[in-house]
């Protein structure tokens, strides 16, 4: 059973850049040749896909984050990345990382870890 | 805005049959891609709950079941129970949007 666990400072100053990352365990990241991919809820409201990375290091971003998301894999270390610069408050919210299937549906997820934008 | 969009809420009593609905368009469920549903207890992550538009993963009681129609989906819930109280969420893909999983709004659903 995979398992994925997100880690990274819970308060970024505005304008700066957030930094997360996740670890996965339980089984390789390079088998099975998912994708992984990073969603975000910002307090009471829905969930935003926010983009994914392949094994290969392809990836695919929301074009809603125009152009402020960078993710990066590991696969030495089993960890995926996600970064988004000049950050405001409105990209304060619980980060999730999860396994992109097969199906292009998210089978497994972290728990999930709260972002605040605050100076 | 979501690309797909449910109502906010739903209701009913213990036993009874309940439906949220997901509505899309032509680029996302009406172009025949696989819907997905989550159920994201308070506090906690989603979970997925169907995929594959009506395939349930290990575990999920077969009294969550749904369905897709030209653009819209739908989940049903039947013989509800007090600890389905949840929020959820359903999600594709969609072709116009550089490759990008979208979701729905969610919907609250309360046991009453």
């Known amino acids: 059973q995979v398992q994925l666990q997100e880690s990274g400072p819970g308060l970024v100053k505005p304008s700066q850049t957030l930094s997360l990352t996740c670890t996965v365990s339980?089984?390789?990241?390079?088998?099975?040749?998912?994708?992984w991919s990073w969603i975000r809820q910002p307090a009471g409201k829905g969930l935003e896909w926010l983009g994914r990375?392949?094994?290969?290091?392809?990836?695919y971003y929301n074009p809603s984050l125009k152009g402020r998301v960078t993710m990066s894999i590991d696969t030495s270390w089993n960890q995926f990345a996600l970064k988004l610069s000049s950050v405001t408050a409105t990209d304060t919210a619980i980060y999730y990382c999860?396994?992109?299937?097969?199906?292009?549906?998210?089978?497994?997820w972290g728990q999930g870890t709260q972002v605040t934008v605050s100076s | 805005q979501s690309v797909l969009t449910q109502p906010p809420s739903v209701s009913g009593a213990p036993g009874q049959r309940v439906t949220i609905s997901c509505t899309g368009g032509?680029?996302?469920?009406?172009?025949?891609?696989?819907v997905h549903w989550y159920q994201q207890l308070p506090g906690t992550a989603p979970k997925l709950l169907i995929y594959?538009?009506?395939n349930r993963p290990s575990g999920v009681p077969d009294r969550f079941s749904a369905s897709t129609s030209g653009t819209s989906a739908s989940l049903a819930i039947t013989g509800l129970q007090a600890e389905d109280e949840a929020d959820y969420y359903c999600?594709?893909?969609?072709?116009?949007?550089?490759?990008?999983?979208?979701f729905g709004g969610g919907t609250k659903l309360t046991v009453l």
């Open positions: 990375i392949h094994t290969s290091g392809t990836t």
């Open positions: 999860a396994r992109d299937s097969s199906w292009r549906s998210f089978d497994s």
């Open positions: 594959g538009h009506s």
């Open positions: 032509t680029s996302n469920i009406g172009a025949g891609y696989d």
């Open positions: 999600q594709s893909y969609d072709r116009s949007l550089s490759e990008s999983r979208v």
């Open positions: 339980g089984d390789s990241i390079i088998s099975g040749s998912y994708y």
